[in-house]
């Protein structure tokens, strides 16, 4: 069984590592250009599970043309249901990683996939995070998720979870210069774990359109539910198509030279609770 954590503000980093060809130079695509992320929260999935307890000298005997499974000495079987039942918990379960492939500066390019490559960069482990070029905590599936059970499920307080990118760096070998990044998320179904919409009217809920570059520093809200709009429990995204995410390179860096670097950014994930309120 896995520990679950209460959280109310939850920092989570995740990294970009990509392949920079300049202009100048032309080169095979080698997919190597990604934003990585990293999940240390344990998963607060509601694991369901039915186990049957062996029984010796099984038979079964007709009453009513209805079938009824008993042991040798007429007493019922038994079996157990095991749930893990969740509370008061407001966490961010998953956050994903981002591959962009071969990029020039100068360009934009969509997502190749959420797979990622670490090696050579120095990856967050919870106290070198001023340092780190990489993030510890992302998914290859591309999940954004989030688990809600504050409140009775059909009247939540509310949440924002926002995103933030850093620049974008060499590997510890390549060293040299940093580069500018912006990552643009488009909005994705927030859906439970049916993969049913999470709005509790007819209107179906998405996660927010954002921007966000490491030129300004900013921070934007990915998914913002307001009290009373949706269903708690799993409240899930999933970024893993071309149209869901882009990442924009600055046309400010020399392109007259000839190089073709590994490159990550690390993006930071930020959950805030709204209060929940009690008359």
């Known amino acids: ?15 970009l590592s990509m392949s920079l060809t300049p202009l100048t130079t032309a080169k095979a695509a080698t997919n190597n250009e990604a934003i990585k992320v990293n999940n240390t929260t344990d998963s607060l999935a509601i694991a369901y599970s ?16 209805n079938t009824t ?49 670490t090696d050579g960069f120095t990856v967050d ?9 990489a993030g510890r905590d992302g998914n290859t599936d591309g999940t954004l998720s989030v688990i809600d059970s504050r409140n009775n499920l059909k009247d939540m307080p509310g949440f924002t979870l926002s995103a933030a990118i850093g620049k974008l760096n060499p590997t510890n070998t390549d060293g040299g210069s940093t580069l500018d990044a912006i990552l643009h998320l488009n909005p994705m179904p927030l859906v439970n774990e049916e993969n049913n919409n999470v709005s509790n009217s007819a209107a179906p809920l998405k996660t927010d359109k954002i921007s966000v570059s490491s030129v300004t520093g900013n921070s934007a ?11 708690g429990g799993l409240i899930k995204a999933t970024f893993n198509t071309p149209d869901s995410a882009s990442l924009e390179i600055p046309n400010t860096a020399d392109n007259t030279k000839t190089s073709a670097k590994n490159m990550n950014a690390v993006v930071t994930w930020t959950l805030n609770a709204a209060p929940a309120t009690t008359n």
């Open 69 to 117: 499974t008993t042991k040798a000495d007429g007493s019922p079987a038994t079996s157990t249901v095991s749930v893990t039942v969740l509370s008061g918990i407001l966490t961010l379960e998953a956050v994903p990683d981002f591959n962009f492939g071969t990029m020039t500066v100068g360009s934009i390019g969509k997502l190749k996939s959420n797979v990622v490559n």
């Open 50 to 65: 039915a186990n049957t307890t062996p029984t010796t000298e099984a038979a079964s005997t007709d009453t009513s043309s």
């Open 125 to 133: 482990n919870g106290t070198n995070t001023s340092d780190a070029t």
């Open 221 to 231: 809200p990915v998914m913002n539910l307001t009290k009373g709009s949706y269903n």
């Open 1 to 15: 069984m896995k520990i679950f954590k209460n959280i109310v503000r939850l920092l989570v980093l995740t990294s």
